[in-house]
């Protein structure tokens, strides 16, 4: 199995940038799609960015699509999120997730997660 662990996260100033990883602990994660949940206070989790386990597919929420970037490095196990231009309702906790199979980026919307992390704040001040 695999194990995830986030990192990153942190407090910022509207309009600022952070970047997200999550390390995973076996080797095998390079055969793994890979994807960022969030969940805000008083709200439901919900789908925020995936990539393919290659890297050459990704999929975006239109929440952040523009201002977000997801990115993959499988000789270092990780997976980032690279946040722009952050908006106070960007603060969330932010979970690294997925799946056991092979699932296209757009599907991680609808299919559930095999694998979570314990998730890392992030808090944006206006």
């Known amino acids: 199995q695999v194990r995830l662990v986030e990192s990153g996260g942190g407090l910022v100033q509207a309009g600022g940038s952070l970047r997200l990883s999550c390390a995973a602990s076996?080797?095998?994660?390079?055969?793994?799609?890979g994807g960022w949940f969030r969940q805000a206070p008083g709200q439901e989790r919900e789908f925020v960015a995936a990539?393919?386990?290659?890297?050459?597919?990704?999929y975006y929420a239109d929440s952040v699509k523009g201002r977000f970037t997801i990115s993959r490095d499988n000789a270092k196990n990780t997976v980032y999120l690279q946040m722009n231009s952050l908006k106070p309702e960007d603060t969330a906790v932010y979970y690294c997730?997925?799946?056991?199979?092979?699932?296209?980026?757009?599907?991680?919307?609808?299919?559930?997660?095999?694998?979570w992390g314990k998730g890392t704040l992030v808090t944006v001040s206006s």
């Open positions: 990539i393919s386990w290659s890297g050459d597919s990704t």
């Open positions: 076996g080797r095998t994660f390079s055969r793994y799609d």
């Open positions: 997730a997925a799946p056991k199979g092979r699932i296209a980026p757009m599907d991680f919307v609808h299919y559930g997660m095999d694998y």
